[in-house]
């Protein structure tokens, strides 16, 4: 579900077939991935400012 709650395909294309489980896997790792990115940013602020 992250994929279609981020926006990066629709409920339907999980569910009809066109896409593969390694798409919806591909997905989810790149929002794994900018979660993290947003994460270290932020601490990365948060120590700049003390």
């Given at each position: 579900?992250?994929?279609?709650?981020?926006?990066?395909?629709?409920?339907?294309?999980?569910?009809?077939?066109?896409?593969m489980?390694?798409?919806?896997?591909?997905?989810?790792?790149?929002?794994?991935?900018?979660?993290?990115?947003e994460?270290?940013?932020?601490?990365?602020?948060?120590?700049?400012?003390?």
């Open positions: 579900m992250r994929p279609v709650l981020a926006g990066l395909c629709h409920m339907e294309s999980l569910t009809d077939g066109a896409l489980l390694e798409d919806v896997l591909a997905m989810n790792d790149a929002l794994d991935v900018k979660l993290e990115n994460a270290r940013a932020h601490r990365a602020l948060k120590a700049k400012d003390g």
